[in-house]
């Protein structure tokens, strides 16, 4: 991959807080040309530093309004065992992210169900996956910040 530079790092905090942004409109707040704008996007693309533009749903449309953290442990780490498990949070919606992490748990999974009961039935099935040793919950009180990647050279995430 290419260094990127100010204007690349411009571009992609731009997109991220707005991916509708036209090229014309990238070139006004950061003053390049429309066909640079382009270019410089295109590259960044093929590159791999902008993975794709969606629209990021509320919650309450789609009518889901408890959120939280799982921390899971395997009792069984073998191959088997944790492809069935990587498999089974592939396939439940009510999984948002999951990652593989560091320390006491082996995964951390973010949650989202229509209540409190649709919480603990989740975390009832997540409790019957084979291999499931531990979790441990916390309900997700307020957002604070979320998909921000702050550059600490320039400041622009």
Known sequence: MNAIDNYDCQILSLLQRNGRLTNQE???????????????????????????YQARLALKAQKLQVQGLVEVALNDHSPDAVEYFHQQIHCNNAILDAYKITGEYDYQLKVAASDLNGLNQLLTTLSGYQ????????VIL??????????EENNLP
């Open 26 to 52: 990238l070139s006004q707040l950061i003053g390049l040309s429309t066909s640079q704008c382009s270019r410089r996007r295109i590259a960044l693309e093929q590159q791999g530093y902008i993975e794709g």
């Open 131 to 138: 291999g499931v040793s531990q979790i441990k919950t916390a």
């Open 142 to 151: 307020d957002r604070l910040k979320e998909n921000q990647i702050v550059n």
